[in-house]
């Protein structure tokens, strides 16, 4: 993963192996040593479904696709189930590259549970999407309402924030086994993914669409109520007219389907006025 | 105007209203002990606020928003006390003593029987207003911001030289309002131990050494403006994981009849309304028959009841099922 692109990093963590450990190895037998690893396994799953009971929907974010746990329920689950952290660290650190200077946080933290403990890092940078962007709306020249994405000062506690966070959340997920979890693994637990929130990148982000709101539904609707009061030789007069046209098939394409985006509704409105 | 530009129009006034909250959000140099932070239970936070103001983080735009309703509560808190003819005097009048770096802004002072009371103003949620009647339930509520009100009430009594004052608060849901008198001399243990404190913080100052970290505190640590400066170790309370196929079973059976026996207590209680006073009645092919029986009861009076009251701990025990995969 470049530099460049960083949101979320997720460096691999390293397996702290405990002295309590080895002398385990010694002690047990193979045997005793499969008990104990099938005990450890059936508790894992206890944990996970515990984590999962005291988070919802909120604290989950969708992010292409995949679940992943945000900070406000990271914490949360951590305080249930008594995950602990220490040596907190963490490094500011400059970097150039052709696109220029830019900043980077690092935190680096030891987390615990079950005489396990591994380190986990979290990071940010001041090209962190996130804080890079806002919307802002404006008119075009036809006097249209337009989205228009600016750029925003960057705030440095932010980003220094963001990868403290990022940190906790990377260490209490790994020590709990809360990575690559499904959505309909969430679901069992009533946490659907439609009520989580989503992040998009770049060109995922362009692709988005966004649904069109009531008002503008209604409003179409009824421009197509309308259409349909028409007597029968008007409304042939009128499908002649336009079938050959880019309008007449943005109309046929959006009544097929259940949902019409804002874009769609942006097309619409120009075709059936 | 279209709907939708309308709602575009409405969007974007909200933006704004944000990035004005942003704009105002600002962090001030602090070079004594405030009066409004000294009852924070961390001295780490108290040396971090002196040393290292400028790593403070910035108050979010929803604490801005917390921040300006707060200035209408005590607006409104003065109008109403002129109202019933109180009016407030030396609002926002500093004082200092210079031994300890202590100082503070008093919201006012009020006067009652011709003397002169500092009177401190606290816009607070319905909830915690509802469980705060004496200083004991401030400093017990375990909520840095709510710990913080009764020190700083009791050190402009000492600054100001008042043997009492007065904590006003009021529900921000504006059901209702609450004047706690707070007298000195009932809490000079406390105002003594604020005064070390402050002691305390002089001295790191002055040597540059950080106070130790308190223990992770959900409440406190989790909404300090410097965590990512004092990054503090938290030591988790891990669950007890144990191996009981007895106990399991049980808790399993315990699980199972668990809405059998809510629903048992509800009929039965149905049931215990309609046959009140019926003897020897047949339904079905249930008889059921009652009878007046006489119950032994002591009525003491409450004086007498509080005399013997007193906190008996017992263990209450809650069992919920985990979701199962």
New interface residues.
């Given amino acids: 993963m470049s530099e460049e692109s960083l949101s979320i990093i997720e460096n691999e963590p390293k397996e702290i192996v405990s002295s309590s450990m080895f002398e385990m190895l010694e002690k047990y037998s193979d045997t005793e040593l499969e008990k104990l690893f099938e005990?450890r396994s059936n508790?894992l799953?206890?944990v996970?479904?515990?984590a999962?009971?005291n988070t919802n929907p909120a604290d989950w974010i969708d992010q292409q696709g995949k679940p992943y746990l945000a900070s406000s329920g990271a914490?949360k689950v951590?305080?249930e189930?008594?995950?602990?952290?220490?040596?907190?660290?963490?490094v500011r650190t400059e970097k150039k590259d052709a696109k220029g200077e830019y900043y980077a946080y690092e935190?680096k933290g030891v987390f615990?549970?079950?005489n396990r403990s591994i380190e986990a890092v979290g990071t940010c940078n001041s090209r962190d999407q996130f804080f890079q962007y806002?919307?802002?709306?404006q008119k075009d020249e036809n006097g249209n309402?337009i989205k228009v994405r600016k750029v925003k000062p960057i705030?440095e506690?932010n980003i220094?924030?963001a990868s403290?966070t990022n940190c906790l959340v990377n260490g209490i997920t790994r020590i709990l086994g809360l990575r690559n979890l499904t959505w309909a693994?969430l679901e069992?637990?009533g946490i659907r993914m439609a009520a989580s929130q989503k992040v998009e990148y770049g060109k995922d982000k362009e692709k988005k669409s966004y649904p069109a709101?009531k008002?503008?539904t209604d409003?179409i609707n009824n421009l197509l109520r309308n259409f349909a009061e028409l007597a029968e030789k008007d409304r042939h007069d009128m499908v002649e007219r336009v079938k050959t046209s880019d309008q007449a098939k943005t109309i046929i394409e959006c009544l097929k389907k259940e949902g019409v985006t804002l874009d769609e509704a942006g097309k619409l409105f120009e075709a059936v006025k | 105007m279209e709907k939708e530009l309308f709602l575009n129009a409405v969007t974007k006034m909200e933006l704004d209203i944000k990035e004005s909250y942003r704009k105002q959000a600002k962090v001030y140099p602090c070079y004594v002990n405030r009066a409004s932070e000294i009852g924070h239970p961390c001295e780490r936070f108290l040396f971090f606020q002196r040393t290292e103001y400028e790593k403070k983080s910035l108050p979010s735009v929803e604490l801005m928003q917390i921040f300006a309703g707060g200035r209408l509560i005590e607006e409104l808190c003065e109008t109403e006390l002129k109202q019933a003819g109180y009016k407030l005097i030396e609002g926002q009048r500093p004082y200092k003593d210079d031994r300890y770096q202590l100082s503070g802004h008093i919201d006012g002072k009020i006067e009652i029987d011709g003397a002169l009371y500092p009177i401190e103003i606290k816009g607070i949620n319905q909830h915690d207003f509802e469980s705060l009647s004496n200083v004991n339930d401030f400093l017990k509520s375990g909520k840095s911001w709510l710990m913080k009100y009764p020190a700083q009430l009791l050190i402009y009594e000492y600054l100001t030289e008042a043997p009492a004052g007065i904590m006003y608060i009021k529900s921000k849901s504006m059901a209702g309002f609450k004047a706690i008198p707070i007298f000195l001399y009932d809490h000079l243990d406390y105002v003594e131990s604020l005064l070390k404190k402050a002691e305390r913080i002089n001295e790191a100052v002055k040597t540059k050494t950080k106070p130790p970290q308190i223990p992770y505190t959900d409440n406190i640590c989790g909404y300090c403006d410097f965590l990512t400066t004092c990054l503090p170790d938290k030591e988790g309370i891990e669950l007890n994981f144990q191996d009981d196929p007895t106990l399991e079973k049980m808790l399993i059976r315990y699980d199972e009849l668990k809405p059998s026996k809510s629903e048992y207590d509800k009929i039965d209680k149905e049931l215990s309304r309609i046959f009140k006073g019926q003897d020897r009645l047949v339904i079905g092919n249930y008889i059921i028959t009652g009878q007046m029986i006489d119950k032994k009861a002591y009525e003491i009076p409450e004086d007498i009841q509080r005399q013997y009251e007193k906190n008996k701990p017992y263990w209450k025990k809650t069992i919920k099922a985990i979701g199962k995969e």
Wanted: hydrophobic share 35%; glycine share 4%; charged share 35%.
């Fill in positions: 005990r508790i799953k206890v996970r479904s515990l999962l009971k914490e951590a305080a189930l008594g995950v602990s952290w220490r040596e907190i660290r963490g935190f615990s549970f079950m806002f919307n802002e709306y309402s705030d506690d220094k924030k403290y693994e069992k637990h709101s008002a503008q409003y």
